[in-house]
């Protein structure tokens, strides 16, 4: 279990940067967490403070009840990929986790465990410096699971890896998770929390924006729309006109199909009978995750492409290829 309580971060300079604003969050086990932000959003910064990396401005955080610092054996508490480059390069995979097991008391034989679970095997006596970016996570995952902990936190932990890669990553935070243990992963990626995460929090430059559920996110975004299609072109422009009002949004996508949000799909069946409009479909449409993301950090990135920076509309269209991608 991972608890935050009025965590700050401010870097120094000037002006002062806060990394992390006053955020207070539970990491629960059991579950699989995601840590979803935007690049910048403070992801890396709380999971240093977490691991007693970063001392916080204000505020604590503690891991299965005591600060990081506290545990008379931390490795066995939690054990966390923050950087995977952070090796010595010449030493092999296998020198590296035995000087780590050597120095924590931690047996050999969880050595040959952990290369066996991240499949370093045939690579255990390589250089870590030759490893690909892919067998350098593997290696970080090994070091962060080698003292058999109950807390795993993973810093973008699929970053770089093929699709094989991205798959056992998931793979083994599910059944990490299955084990009763708290799983906590960082990602600026949805797609990929949407497939491996339980429960997600979110950030945006150094706030927490939702702490929810997938569905709970979902459900959250109020942008629930309709599909109608009607019989032909002058009724969906009849219904069109009756629906409207404010708060309602209705796109004409087709002559005969609407797209409408912020009317129940009961009150837009209504409206069709009492105007004797002939409805062929009325389909609820649910924003995909994609989107409510996008919706979420929509004012909370701290860079838009350059393409779109310097224009007014630029937050708008960011989430523009998500709802071209809108899925019924
Ligand atoms: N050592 C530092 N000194 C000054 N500013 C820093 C430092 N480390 C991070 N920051 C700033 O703090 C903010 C949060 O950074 P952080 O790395 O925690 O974000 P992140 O969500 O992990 O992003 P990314 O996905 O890009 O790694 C950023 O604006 C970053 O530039």
């Known amino acids: 279990m991972i608890e935050a309580r009025g965590l700050v971060k401010v870097y120094g300079g000037k002006p002062q940067k806060y990394a992390v604003q006053d955020i207070s969050f539970t990491v629960r086990p059991g579950k699989v967490t995601g840590f979803l932000g935007p690049n910048g959003a403070g992801k890396s910064t709380t999971m240093r403070m977490i691991m007693g990396l970063d001392d916080p401005t204000a505020g604590r955080v503690t891991v299965n009840g005591r600060p990081y610092a506290q545990h008379k054996a931390p490795l066995r508490e939690v054990g966390a990929l923050l950087d995977a480059k952070a090796v010595h390069t010449s030493r092999s995979a296998w020198h590296h ?27 255990a006596t390589k250089r870590v410096g030759g490893f690909s970016l892919g067998m350098g996570q593997r290696l970080g995952i090994a070091a962060a699971l080698l003292g ?6 993973l810093d973008e932990p699929v970053n770089g890896l093929d699709p094989e890669g991205v798959l056992w990553v998931r793979n083994l935070a599910r059944s990490l998770a299955a084990e009763g ?148």
């Open 97 to 123: 986790l035995r000087a780590m097991a050597a120095t924590h008391g931690i047996p050999q034989q969880r050595i040959h465990e952990v290369i066996e679970l991240t499949g370093l095997g045939p690579v």
């Open 148 to 153: 058999d902990p109950q807390t795993v936190i």
């Open 181 to 328: 243990r708290t799983v906590f992963l960082s990602s600026h990626l949805m797609s990929e929390m949407a497939q491996t995460a339980d429960h997600l929090i979110v950030i945006g430059r150094g706030r927490i924006i939702a702490d929810a559920s997938i569905q709970e996110i979902l459900d959250g975004q109020g942008r629930a729309r309709t599909r109608v299609r009607t019989g032909g072109p002058e009724g969906a422009q009849l219904l069109g006109r009756v629906l409207a009002g404010p708060g309602v949004s209705i796109e004409a996508r087709e002559g005969c199909l609407l797209e409408v949000s912020g009317v129940e799909p009961r009150a837009i069946a209504q409206a069709a009978l009492e105007q004797q409009v002939l409805v062929c479909e009325l389909t609820p449409l649910q924003a995909s995750l994609e989107e409510a993301y996008l919706d979420l950090t929509r004012d909370e990135v701290e860079y838009h492409s350059g393409a779109l920076a310097g224009r007014p509309d630029a937050p708008d269209d960011v989430a523009a290829p998500a709802a071209a991608g809108r899925q019924s």
